[in-house]
């Protein structure tokens, strides 16, 4: 007997053809509207998605796995209709592509490229001195998949890497790991602060006035993970003194609304929430790995820690 998928996203016919070449042995619904899937919704034993409307998980009688389509899964840790015993994981291809957006902005600043477009603009040949990243401290806020690969880059740079994670302990690439208790010892060492944490009741407004008044002086913050572990009001007064940049990729409401302060400011980047860009055949190989774990009695990989929130 055929084992029975419900993908569920606006782009599932895509995931459906990719999964159903690879695992021909799965009786496949793919769907992106609600109605699409009334008469299979009890009968799946895995669901495949991000976001999926509470009225149809409700209905999936016959789960057993639910693997999230994305890294970030906060809308779905205490959701009543996933139980659990329902197994639950995440999707963890998003590190080099995150980290690689991390430094593309970082260079496009620190050589300051806007100069040299306006240059060529108006034909104007003029050299300036580059900065380096070489010597230069990150702090990583958030050292889990995605903060290793940072770090890792960082180091490949010649950079002093330091970072806080829940239990401090040594890491490879990482030269100083502090706890939640040592923030404010650390924001003042950094040159640049990379935050890539989960949303959770301990995360949310991590960064506030007191923390955003800690920096450095041209120091440049980065927000890669969710837009409410920022104070957002206290963002932009401390972005209006001109003392730090930031570029930023999360918000606390998305889209970003066009009244908000931050798309005026000279010293931020705003970008749509694109560091980590869903690639289908990616995290399809991912959940291939794991159904072919499934089948075969095994531990997951990339399971979801409810207790923690991600």
């Known amino acids: 007997m055929k084992h029975k998928l419900l993908i569920y996203h606006k782009d599932a016919k895509l995931y459906g053809e990719i999964l159903s070449k690879k695992l021909p042995e799965l009786e496949i619904c793919s769907a992106s509207r609600p109605e699409e899937v009334l008469n299979f919704i009890e009968e799946a034993e895995i669901i495949f998605s991000w976001k999926i409307p509470d009225d149809l998980l ?13 890294a970030g899964n906060e809308h779905l840790v205490n959701n009543p209709h996933l139980p659990e015993a ?10 080099e592509m995150m980290a690689e957006y991390v430094f593309a902005y970082l260079l496009y600043f620190l050589r300051d490229l806007p100069k ?12 300036a001195r580059p900065e380096r990243l070489r010597g230069k401290t990150m702090g990583i806020l958030g050292l889990g998949w995605i903060g290793k690969e940072i770090a890792k880059r960082a180091k490949a740079f010649g950079m002093h890497v330091i970072g806080l994670k829940r239990n401090p302990a040594p890491m490879e690439n990482v030269d100083q790991v502090f706890g939640p208790g040592d923030l404010k010892k650390m924001i003042p060492l950094v040159d640049y602060l990379v935050m890539v944490l ?12 007191e923390e ?12 890669i993970g969710r837009g409410k572990t920022i104070d957002e009001r ?31 400011l000279e010293n931020v980047i705003i970008t749509p929430h694109v560091s980590g ?7 399809c190989e991912g959940f291939i ?6 089948t075969k009695g095994k531990p997951l990989t990339n399971l979801v820690d409810r207790g923690r929130g991600y």
């Open 234 to 264: 206290a963002l932009v007064q401390t972005l209006k003194k001109g003392k730090i940049k930031a570029i930023l990729d999360v918000f606390e409401e998305e889209p970003l609304p066009k009244e908000s302060e931050l798309w005026n």
């Open 86 to 95: 329902v197994i639950f994981t995440k999707t963890t291809v998003y590190g």
């Open 58 to 70: 409700k209905r999936a009688k016959s789960l057993v796995w639910f693997a999230a389509m994305g």
């Open 116 to 127: 040299y477009f306006r240059d060529q603009s108006k034909k104007v040949w003029g050299q």
């Open 212 to 223: 955003l008044g800690l920096f450095k002086e041209g120091a440049t913050l980065l927000n």
């Open 198 to 209: 989960p949303l959770t009741p301990d995360t949310i407004h991590f960064l506030g006035e």
């Open 289 to 294: 790995r794991n159904y072919e774990k499934w």
């Open 277 to 283: 860009i869903n690639i289908p055949e990616e995290i």
